[in-house]
């Protein structure tokens, strides 16, 4: 008997390690390959960080813009000429082509910028026209001088906004293709990580590997019933700790997890984008960890359903 035990002991450690992976796996399956998680529960951050980092890119890049405008001003005209509905038909078209990589996983992913980079050149006019306003009329005869900043200090009458603020206009749109792409593409064939992992493997493997941990964590369960055999309350008592030392742990791994923003944010050469690329980070995180606890609380419950009915069978 106390072999049996001792081998049953074992197959709930296994079953505990392999519910860990289960919650890990459950977590990705409902978060990365469902299309709501980028359309719904990610497309407002998502938005906010291309937005913030474009804005800080075309900051860095020109230092007439830095000198003119504000990371404030510029997040409202981009927020004027692109705004999130416009995100979102990208978003689209961005989950149609993770939708066909399960088909052909060796195909690039890509995210089509164009439409972006035309709503930005937009924006370059947009913001030409707002300093071309800014300069006051050349008043009396008034002869305009060339200020620091590169601008007239005054408009004479009969100049148009092209001969003053075309030149800046050009700046703009110079800013804007050096801050953003025509596309961006991943290619998921590209080795990740010392290991050289392939991240279409994940596309492959994902559906194989869910149907296998669950297989196992069955087949665990009736081979620690058949090991224990009876009486039947010690079968619920293996069987209880299982889940519930399993739930327990998976709550332990979801808060672990927050670890993760801070250490990939450290990784990152230069700080322009650190601090934004954190925090998306951190929502992503958060929505993947909520996964893994919807897993380990229903085994949490399971496993205090199972260890009460013990009890109350023994008590009887």
Not at 124 to 131: G, V
Not at 228 to 247: D, H, R
Request: aromatic letters at 12%; glycine letters at 4%; one cysteine or more.
């Amino acid at each position: 008997m106390i072999f049996r035990r001792a081998v049953a002991a074992i197959l709930v450690f296994i079953f505990i390690a392999s519910s860990l992976a289960a919650f890990l796996v459950y977590a990705t399956s409902n978060t990365f390959f469902k299309s709501d998680f980028y359309e719904k529960e990610l497309s407002e951050d998502t938005y906010s960080f291309l937005v913030n980092a474009t804005v800080k890119n075309i900051i860095n890049e020109n230092e007439f813009v830095e000198e003119n405008f504000t990371e404030a001003d510029l997040r409202r005209e981009i927020e004027g000429v692109f705004p999130e509905s416009i995100y979102n038909k990208m978003v689209r078209q961005l989950i149609s082509e993770m939708e066909t990589l399960r088909q052909d996983p060796s195909m690039p992913l890509t995210l089509e910028m164009g439409t972006y980079r035309e709503s930005l050149l937009t924006l370059a006019h947009n913001m030409s026209y707002r300093l071309f306003e800014s300069i006051p009329k050349c008043e009396g005869g008034e002869i305009p001088d060339e200020l620091s900043n590169g601008l007239p200090s005054c408009v004479p009458p009969e100049v148009e906004y092209n001969v003053v603020a075309a030149p800046f206009s050009e700046e703009f749109e110079k800013s804007i293709y050096a801050a953003v792409p025509e596309q961006v593409q991943l290619d998921l064939n590209s080795t990740v990580g010392e290991g050289g992992y392939v991240l279409s493997n994940v596309f492959q493997t994902l559906d194989t590997l869910k149907v296998i941990i669950y297989a196992v964590l069955l087949l665990l369960l009736v081979m620690i019933a058949l090991i224990i055999w009876k009486p039947f309350s010690s079968v619920l008592a293996y069987m209880g700790s299982a889940f519930f030392i399993s739930g327990v742990l998976g709550v332990v791994l979801s808060y672990t997890l927050f670890v993760l923003p801070p250490t990939i944010a450290e990784k990152i050469n230069g700080e322009l984008l650190r601090d934004d690329i954190q925090t998306l980070v951190e929502k992503i995180i958060g929505l993947f960890s909520a996964e893994v606890q919807k897993g380990a609380y229903i085994f949490l419950a399971l496993g205090a359903v199972l260890v009460l009915t013990r009890i109350f069978m023994k008590k009887r």
